[in-house]
């Protein structure tokens, strides 16, 4: 492809070659930078990279360019810590813990059959890749700095854990994780979770490699690493992971209780029966002053029963009448 | 007013008296008609409202025996005042029957001071069914989810107590979380993110590396130990109580309030027409 867009370009004529390679000079600042972050997977040497990028100036460097860091970004993908399903795990991360997947079928190139392999762990805050990002020392031999020697990951890339490497050729399967006898085998063979032992710090037996809690609210990365068990060399490191945050807290206190607007029931029943019992005092004075303004000879419209029992006595002299 | 005594007078006058006389007699044969059926109606009024009063003490009555055990809770938030609309239903519905017997005696009787005495017992009784009503009602809506988060973050296994009230609180409310989040397969007020999303007094004692939640929220088995604990932490479907326990609290609290609030609304629509029928009748009653 290269070859072929050169020999296109060789055709235009001179005067636009002048404005592509005045173009180029601007571009080519911007690429070298971009480039710095590439380079790692772009297998190339200098001499082809300058003969790319001179090729690709001429038509089209930046569509090339980004062709390129895509590819790079797909392939990272696999060569990076992941967290581990979502779908599975869903309490992830926490305040003080990171699940991680393992690094299934990520350092197959490098293992030898005659040879024993174990995967270690480093984890790092993310404002300590400005100090140091660094995990082998200048023989090629892995770190050993520990959680208090690097204040937690604060200063510089620690080592949590170490672990055999994963089975690429039989993955577990995650369906199984239902299976109450296979769940534990099938999380411990899938994910790895940073900061899980909570006492290994304050224990002085404790000679293992130590796994702390991290602290809330702060961004780490983490990194794979294949060591040479026998040797103790490093012979293959994935990248630094994406940077992944720890949960923060909210303070109880700052929950609000109000209930906010009220159910119109409420309204309901509150007006209903204050209007009902204003008509009840009011009806209670009505009747009581009847009563007490009625004058005494005055007739009441209705009698009292016996009267009106003393009057049917009568009928029958009307009658006879 | 008697047609006796003008019977004995002469021909003429008697016969435009005897006229007058059947003009008010069937008058008043009528107006008699009307004061039974208000005696019947009343009567009838005052045996619902004894009925109703006997319903609302025995609804009451089971509210605040606390069937489902959540007194603490809201004894916890203070504010408890649906109990306190509770027991003043116990006692309206006690008054209301009792009051009921009297104004039926009262109302077959035509007894004025009897009448009297049940119009204005009852105008207080009206007021206290009032307030119990209306208590109950606002405090329904005071149940909201935050109200339990708050104090559920607040309280569940609060290791430091400020004196003897406090901690005897504490140690009701813990109890009753453990029981409803083991009981129901519930956790938390919204489900168990409330334990990440919130510090808590559970969290200060607790490391969240080791209990991101508390172990009641993890699918227990027939010993009462999480099925696994691995799962549980990581929040792994099957391995924890992915619900929250909200609706299992509010849901008999409203329903309790609800009750005792709209069954005394209308018990109170009642006996509102029953007092006005009652006070008409008073007020038409001679010596």
């Known amino acids: 492809m290269q070859i072929v867009a050169a020999t296109k370009d060789r055709n235009t004529s001179p005067r636009k070659q002048k404005i592509y390679q005045r173009d180029f000079r601007k571009a080519q600042q911007y690429q070298e930078s971009v480039w710095s972050l590439c380079s790692r997977s772009c297998e190339m040497d200098s001499g082809e990279r300058s003969r790319f990028l001179e090729g690709s100036s001429m038509c089209s460097p930046w569509v090339v360019l980004v062709f390129c860091c895509l590819g790079q970004l797909y392939a990272d993908q696999s060569l990076k810590p992941r967290i581990a399903a979502p779908q599975l795990a869903t309490n992830n991360p926490t305040l003080t813990t990171v699940a991680l997947e393992k690094p299934f079928c990520m350092f197959d190139s490098s293992l030898h059959p005659n040879k024993s392999y174990v995967v270690y762990l480093y984890v790092m805050k993310e404002s300590a890749s400005a100090i140091s990002s660094l995990v082998t020392d200048n023989n090629g031999k892995p770190l050993n700095s520990t959680f208090q020697q690097t204040s937690g990951g604060h200063t510089g890339p620690y080592k949590a854990a170490l672990f055999n490497v994963p089975n690429c050729v039989s993955p577990p399967k995650l369906a199984d994780v239902g299976d109450v006898n296979r769940a534990s085998d099938v999380l411990k063979q899938y994910l790895f979770r940073v900061g899980d032992d909570g006492t290994c710090l304050y224990d002085p037996n404790f000679l293992a490699v130590c796994n702390p809690p991290l602290s809330p609210d702060t961004t780490y990365r983490f990194k794979y690493m294949l060591v040479d068990s026998t040797e103790g060399i490093m012979k293959e490191q994935t990248l630094w992971s994406d940077p992944i945050k720890t949960r923060r807290v909210k303070l109880p206190l700052k929950i609000d209780t109000w209930p906010g607007r009220r159910s119109g029931g409420m309204i309901v029943i509150t007006s209903i029966l204050s209007v009902l019992v204003f008509l009840l005092l009011a009806g209670f004075l009505a009747s009581v002053s009847s009563v007490v303004m009625r004058p005494e000879d005055s007739p009441a419209v209705t009698k009292h029963i016996s009267q009106t029992i003393q009057q049917s006595e009568l009928r029958p002299q009307l009658i006879s009448e | ?287």
């Open chain 2, 1 to 287: 007013m008697s047609e006796g005594e003008k019977g004995g007078s002469g021909f003429l006058l008697e016969s435009t008296t005897r006229r007058e006389g059947l003009h008010e007699e069937l008058k008043m044969a009528k107006s008699d008609d009307g004061i039974r059926i208000l005696q019947g109606l009343l009567v009838f009024g005052n045996v619902v409202i004894g009925m109703c009063g006997i319903a609302l003490t025995a609804e009451c009555i089971f509210f605040v025996t606390d069937p489902h055990g959540l007194y603490p809770l809201l004894e916890a938030t203070e504010n408890d005042d649906i109990y306190a609309a509770a027991w003043i239903g116990i006692f309206v519905g006690f008054a209301l029957f009792a009051l009921s017997i009297l104004g039926i005696i009262g109302v077959i009787k035509s007894n004025r001071t009897l009448l009297l005495v049940y119009i204005i017992l009852m105008l207080i009784t009206y007021a206290f069914e009032m307030a119990s009503c209306i208590t109950a009602a606002t405090h329904r809506d005071f149940l909201t989810p935050n109200l339990f988060l708050k104090q559920m973050l607040e309280r569940y296994q609060k290791s430091e107590t400020d004196n003897n009230n406090d901690s005897w609180m504490t140690k009701r409310v813990t109890e009753t979380w453990d029981k409803l989040m083991l009981q129901n397969q519930c956790c938390g007020v919204r489900g168990p993110s409330d334990w990440q999303e919130y510090t808590s007094a559970f969290r200060t004692t607790h490391s969240d590396a080791d209990f991101p939640w508390p172990h009641n929220c993890c699918v227990q088995d027939a010993r009462g130990s999480p099925v696994n604990l691995d799962g549980c932490k990581l929040g792994v479907q099957g391995y924890y109580n992915s619900n929250g326990c909200y609706d299992v609290i509010s849901g008999p609290m409203n329903t309790h309030a609800w009750g005792v609030a709209w069954f005394g609304f209308a018990i109170l629509c009642w006996t509102f027409c029953v007092l006005l029928g009652t006070m008409f009748y008073w007020s038409r009653i001679e010596y």
